[in-house]
């Protein structure tokens, strides 16, 4: 069935350091693709997207590019901040027209100043 | 800006009692969901609806049910709550996928639940 894994964290890192997150899916055909972040206490926001092969989707200096090759879609940012600090879930459209999506597990990222 | 309410960011509840979780969107989105999200789990579908009065069955509905009497709310409820239904809960709303519409899902912020 479809999947979506996701390194585990949590993840620590220094301020300014740079970031990857990956992730990979296993799904029937090209689904589209998410990340999002979930800041403390708070709901998931939608952080970026990409619907095809070799889009890059990019919002507030992450980046990650829907690779079909080998169907992953690694979040990246090159510096960090403390206010990057939450949990970043990886996602992929399940297809259908009521546009279900399914999770990665999500990774604890935590920033140090 | 799209906005998701839950109607309660902490609950608590005892076993065995009879729990409502609301959530209302205000984009006009046919799509509705809910899901509980648990440390190392990650996010799991409970229900989901795609029209008034239709739902349909996520990954893990056992034990739970839905209501959805208006186009803009969905309802969650715990007929009987249990100590293993402690657990953070999200609702989401969307758009049907359709052309040049990608399913991208709102969040509202949550409610912790705990049953005693």
């Known amino acids: 069935g479809d999947s979506v894994t996701q390194m585990e964290g949590p993840v620590t890192l220094s301020e300014e350091a740079f970031l990857t997150i990956n992730c990979t899916y296993t799904?029937?055909?090209?689904?589209?693709l998410f990340w999002y972040v979930q800041y403390p206490g708070e709901g998931l926001q939608l952080l970026l997207k990409?619907?095809?092969?070799?889009d890059k989707g990019s919002n507030k200096g992450f980046e990650a590019t829907y690779r079909k090759e080998t169907t992953s879609f690694h979040l990246e940012k090159g510096s960090v901040q403390v206010s990057d600090s939450a949990v970043y879930f990886c996602a992929a459209g399940r297809g259908g027209s009521q546009g279900n999506l399914i999770f990665g597990k999500g990774t604890k990222l935590s920033v140090k100043p | 800006d799209v906005k998701v309410t839950q109607s309660s960011r902490y609950l608590v509840k005892r076993t065995g009692e009879k729990v409502f979780l609301e959530c209302v969107q205000d984009m006009d989105h046919e799509n509705m969901f809910w899901y509980r999200q648990d440390p190392g789990l990650g996010l799991r579908l409970i229900y989901f609806s795609y029209d008034v009065k239709m739902k349909e069955k996520g990954d893990i509905p056992e034990g739970y049910s839905v209501s959805r009497e208006k186009k803009e709310r969905f309802s969650l409820i715990l007929e009987s709550a249990s100590t293993n239904q402690t657990s953070m809960y999200l609702c989401?709303?969307?758009?049907?996928?359709?052309?040049?519409?990608?399913?991208?899902?709102?969040f509202g912020p949550g409610t912790r639940l705990l049953v005693l």
């Open positions: 799904a029937t055909g090209y689904p589209s």
């Open positions: 989401a709303s969307s758009h049907p996928l359709g052309a040049g519409v990608v399913e991208t899902q709102y």
């Open positions: 990409a619907t095809k092969a070799d």
